[in-house]
């Protein structure tokens, strides 16, 4: 496998998500400066990032161009349980604005969600809805040139509930419904943790399917999965639940990165932790890299 062949590694910045999205305290520029020190291939950006506004985005754009960065995948958070259907329907134009950015940007893959687990969707219903509204939205993301790529989710930083296919049963009923070469599904690992899963049974059942992944490593820092439970209907991440340096969590990421390399993914993996900061990033950086190079940098 050639070196163009091998999977690229993109950034997310978990650390600075408020800084970024909420008091604004640090610009998208700043991010970008910062990111260019890391020696990854990309940025994958978060929707809350942008301003919808032609002069912020095309500056935007020339910023990755000026470090030599990609923008491969955009981070979506599309609400699709939604039971309004004026508020529904906002969150599927939200979504297709998200694909044309992507497309502005170069990306090729922008993110679905099922949407939030609220009591009062069943899961038929949810099932159902979710399925009709990403089907719907296919021929306009190969419009634009963009695959969907539906994560199997813990919990948007900014939402009540928790994923409504948070399970792996759910997941893979919804993913098994839609069979379209511009959709797929992005892989995190510690996710299938957090529901209290095997994430190596799951991707055993999505390997073929699998277009991005998320790399992360996920500890409690007290208490129990079952505790953690009892803390998922509210607003954003439970205190007990920590991003840690990627080869330092739960995860095993030579049995990972052996599976996917069985079904040739040579697409992109997006770092997501630095929650304590930039040297946390870098040491996780460093560790993706050794593990890419010993996976899939020689034929095996």
């Not at 600075?16 to 998208?28: A, E, G, N, P």
Request: charge should be negative; aromatic fraction near 10%.
């Amino acid at each position: 496998m050639s070196r163009s062949e091998m999977p690229k590694l993109a950034a997310f910045p978990k650390c600075y998500m408020d800084q970024l999205c909420v008091d604004r305290t640090m610009t998208l520029f700043e991010w970008i400066e910062l990111a260019a020190t890391l020696g990854v291939d990309g940025l994958e950006f978060y929707s809350n990032f942008l301003e919808d506004d032609a002069t912020f985005l095309k500056d935007v754009r020339d910023a990755l161009v000026q470090h030599h960065l990609a923008m491969p995948m955009l981070c979506c958070s599309p609400d699709f349980t939604e039971p309004d259907p004026l508020r529904l329907q906002k969150e599927i134009d939200r979504e297709k604005r998200m694909i044309e950015i992507t497309t502005f940007f170069g990306g090729h893959f922008c993110r679905v969600l099922s949407g939030q687990r609220r009591p009062e969707v069943t899961r038929e219903k949810g099932i159902a809805q979710v399925v009709r509204v990403i089907k719907d939205l296919l021929p306009f993301a190969a419009d634009h040139g963009v695959v969907l790529n539906m994560e199997n989710h813990y919990k948007d930083n900014y939402w009540k509930y928790p994923e409504f296919a948070q399970k792996m049963d759910v997941f893979v009923e919804i993913v098994e419904q839609i069979d379209s070469p511009w959709f797929g599904v992005n892989f995190d690992p510690s996710n299938a943790i957090l529901a209290g899963e095997d994430p190596l049974a799951l991707l055993e059942l999505v390997k073929h399917r699998v277009v991005t992944v998320h790399a992360s490593d996920r500890y409690l820092k007290c208490g129990t999965i079952e505790d953690l439970r009892k803390e998922e209907d509210s607003v954003g991440y439970a205190s007990r639940l920590a991003h840690g340096t990627i080869g330092q969590g739960l995860n095993d990421y030579d049995k990972i990165f052996f599976t996917l390399r069985s079904v040739g993914f040579n697409s992109w993996i997006s770092i997501e932790d630095g929650l304590d900061g930039m040297d946390q990033l870098r040491k996780s950086v460093a560790f993706l890299k050794e593990k890419i190079h010993r996976h899939f940098g020689r034929q095996h």
